[in-house]
């Protein structure tokens, strides 16, 4: 364990941005990931995050263990980030029960897919969840992106988007899709709304 990685100084970029609007490359990461559906404030929700910080903190913590992954190195786990959709695009995006996800968490480049299988059936026994069931193993490429840091309540993400379509639209570039990416800097449980600091991105394209 030569090197420690901590995301908030390797990756900064990509996890601390500006409170203003940035275009960013975004480049292929592994992620667990959980896909799901409904209000992100029921229980099936907190459960499926629930799984994927458990078998986040096994991979993390494995170094304790005589089971280790070749290469392994110290490092932060990742924070948890979202990618959300609408189940019926007829409807609001504040109709909370319309709300499509993919949860995910990222993961170190020294994981493989055997080795994932291998936490996975560890952490089944001793810390039972059924969305261990759900979690997937894959990498995720986003490209090109705007993105920003967006300071307090997620009802008021918004008027985020807002300035970042407008950013984009001035700089010669347009959103290609509705779906958006937020990465969690903050636990809303233990966090005032007004504190919160949630990465805002989605995908674009330059305009022709």
Known sequence: MSKKIDYKKDFKPLYLPK?????????RMPFFMVSGSGDPNGAEF???VEALYSLSYAVRMSYKS???PPGYY????????????????????????N????????????????WFER???QT?????????????????????????????????EPA????????????GYSRSSKIHREIYLSNPRKTVPEKLKTVLRFFVRQSV
């Open 19 to 27: 409170t203003s609007p940035e275009i960013v490359e975004v480049p």
């Open 46 to 48: 907190a459960a499926a």
């Open 66 to 68: 005589d089971d280790v």
């Open 74 to 97: 110290e490092y932060t786990v990742f924070p948890l980030e979202g990618v959300w959709d609408l189940l019926d695009l007829t409807k609001p995006a504040t109709d909370k029960t």
């Open 99 to 114: 709300l499509k996800y993919t949860i995910m968490i990222r993961q170190p480049d020294f994981l493989t897919a055997p």
């Open 119 to 121: 936490f996975l059936e």
């Open 124 to 156: 089944k026994k001793k810390k039972p969840n059924p969305f261990l069931e759900k979690v997937r193993f894959e990498d995720v490429e986003e490209g090109t992106c705007c993105q920003m840091m967006h300071l307090g309540s997620f009802e008021n």
């Open 160 to 171: 985020s988007f807002a300035r970042m379509e407008a950013f984009c639209a001035e700089n």
